[in-house]
Nanobody, 115 residues
Framework: QVQLVESGGGLVQPGGSLRLSCAASGFTFSYYAMTWYRQAPGKERELVAAISSGGRTNYAASVTGRFTISRDNAKNTLYLQMNNLKPEDTAVYYC?????????WGQGTQVTVSS
């Protein structure tokens, strides 16, 4: 059974940090390109950061220099280190796994940046 389980979200003040995790199971994690998306209320889902099976990364312009995506294939886990958080980063964050025709999603974790 395929599962992607996000964790690490919460309430943080502007300028603070959070580390999101996405634990994967039920598929060969190392084969898959992994992506973090987010969706704010009333907005479309948007790509935040992605990492290929080979470790290449890319980021949305709005998070470049503040967020870092990484993966641990031995632990079947994807991470997103988020620093210098801003109120506009408030959203539900989802992890996605994609390889060939396979496309899996987690249930999301809420991140709220507010004073």
């Amino acid at each position: 059974q395929v599962q992607l389980v996000e964790s690490g979200g919460g309430l943080v003040q502007p300028g603070g940090s959070l580390r999101l995790s996405c634990a994967a199971s039920g598929f060969t994690f190392s084969y898959y390109a992994m992506t973090w998306y987010r969706q704010a209320p009333g907005k479309e889902r948007e790509l935040v950061a992605a990492i290929s099976s080979g470790g290449r990364t890319n980021y949305a312009a709005s998070v470049t220099g503040r967020f870092t995506i990484s993966r641990d294939n031995a632990k079947n886990t994807l991470y997103l280190q988020m620093n210098n958080l801003k109120p506009e980063d408030t959203a539900v964050y989802y992890c996605n796994a994609q390889w060939r025709q396979n496309d899996f999603w987690g249930q999301g974790t809420q991140v709220t940046v507010s004073s």
